[in-house]
């Protein structure tokens, strides 16, 4: 049970990777109405907090790159009891922070809450509240995710670096953090309310296609997910994956396995 949640508002603050930003301007564009932590990476280091319709935002700007990092870098930068991850490509519901706030106050015995967005053709999307568990928790992109804040450092939980936007392999860091969110014992759930809708205004910075690249690192993903569950999980994926294209289940195995290997021996060797 979370302590005195009752007596308590929970406050909220809206985590956002980025790259490129020269001012705050992003706040408006992305209808935030809650304190916000705006990770943003582009040539220079720069730290800059103004008060904007009475909330907090903070700009942080490092040289760096990888989403991981910048996710990582929201976080230490962050205060509030409840964090919502996003990206720059999103637009906030009006009243996104009561529907969060809400939802962990009406359960407190979640540690991580993930939302839905604007229905797209193809997504998930979930129609009543649930616990997320090994069996659904692949579903969810980093944009959805809510977690409260000391639930994540009593854990010790962040993003890897290897895996997202920017690092070595193209995705999978949103994965990585719940496989070792349920792997600490971290309670998920999931809330069929929307909070956002994606903007799609922007280009990729990452996603070069459904390639050779793309399946390697999705089996390279799958050995980092774990030793034995990842083979589940990549015998999953390659079938998920040969069903949306053309390519044959044994080909897009066959290189995801070699991914996979090339991880392990990597991580090992």
Known sequence: MKASEDNKTLSLEVLVATMG????SLFDKMNLQSDAVIANQSGCTDYREEIIKDHTAKLI??????????RNLALLYSQADILLFADDDMEYLPNY???????????????I???NLTRESGKYYDQKKHRVSWRNYLRYGAVRIAVRRQALLSANLSFSL????????GSGEDSLFLTEALR???????CPNEICRLLFNRPSTWFEGVNEKYYFDKGALCAAIGKIWGKVVLNYLSFQEAKKSKEKYSEIKKIMKTGYRSFRQEKHG
């Open 21 to 24: 930003q020269a001012d705050l």
């Open 61 to 70: 700007t490092t040289d760096t790159r990888g989403v991981g990092i910048n």
């Open 97 to 111: 922070r009561e529907i969060v706030i809400s939802a962990f106050q009406n359960n407190p015995k979640a540690d």
């Open 113 to 115: 809450i993930v939302f």
């Open 162 to 169: 290897l895996f997202g936007g920017g690092a070595k392999y």
């Open 184 to 190: 600490k014992g971290l309670k998920i759930y999931a």
